[in-house]
């Protein structure tokens, strides 16, 4: 009985022993993953302090080179200045009023009046524009928009109801321009001032040129509805 009882302790002390060597060899294997994340943890440290230390050393020289560029731009500031400061001092009275008479010149030419002129009939600004019309037809008769300039004066004054004056605008274009191409148009519109100040015959008679003259243009369809009106 007593032999047979040693069998089962025999066995439960030998199952404590490989147990106990089992976790030994636990905690020894526990203790060196320990150690090397230890030394990992110690070269990971080393070089985050590294890094750290470049980049303070690329902030330093960020900083250092912000300095130098607002330096350079404080210099080529200073230089501007001077520049200016010469360019004004080398600048002689005489230079200026030639270079503004060139200026002046070169925007008096007869494309430029008339597009003043022009603008400023479109705004209301009729004085202004019969003066930059006038203007033009004195400085530059021979230009292909003399014509035209003579023309619109005399809408101005017939917009005006000062028919007179209009007439003898748009007569000037038909007389001193008769190939140009506001001769319709002015004959029309001489007639239509014939017929402003009541000489309904000169008016008659123009409005009948227009229509023979000039077929087919628009300016002879308009003179055959202003004939028409003043037959009826």
């Known amino acids: 009985m007593k032999r047979a009882l040693l069998i ?11 147990q106990s060597v089992q976790l030994k060899t ?6 060196a993953k320990v150690q090397e994340l230890s030394v990992k943890t110690d070269s990971n440290a080393k070089k985050l302090s590294s890094l750290e230390e470049r980049v ?7 900083a250092a080179n912000e300095q130098t560029i607002y330096n350079l731009q404080k210099e080529l ?8 400061q010469i360019t004004v001092s080398t600048s002689s009275p005489s230079s200026q009023s030639q270079q503004e008479s060139t200026q002046e010149t070169l925007q ?63 007569k000037e274009v038909i007389d001193k321009y008769p190939n ?8 029309l519109k001489l007639a239509l001032s014939y017929r402003g100040m009541g000489d309904y015959q000169k008016a008659r008679e123009l409005l009948k040129e227009v229509i023979n003259k000039y077929p087919g243009t628009p300016e002879a369809g308009i003179a055959k509805v202003k004939l028409m009106e003043l037959e009826r």
């Open 56 to 62: 303070a050393k690329l902030e330093d020289r960020t």
């Open 108 to 170: 008096v030419g007869p494309k430029d009046l008339y597009k003043k002129a022009f603008d400023a009939m479109e705004s209301g600004e009729f004085d202004k524009a019969e003066e930059l019309f006038e203007e033009l037809v004195n400085q530059y008769p021979d230009s292909d928009l003399a014509d035209n300039a003579l023309y619109w004066i005399g809408e101005i004054y017939y917009s005006h109801n000062d028919y007179k004056t209009a007439a003898k605008y748009f």
């Open 8 to 18: 089962p302790v025999s066995l439960f002390a030998f199952s404590c022993a490989q």
């Open 180 to 187: 140009g191409n506001k001769v319709p148009a002015a004959m």
């Open 77 to 84: 500031e200073g230089i501007k200045k001077t520049l200016a």
């Open 26 to 31: 636990d905690i020894n294997q526990v203790k």
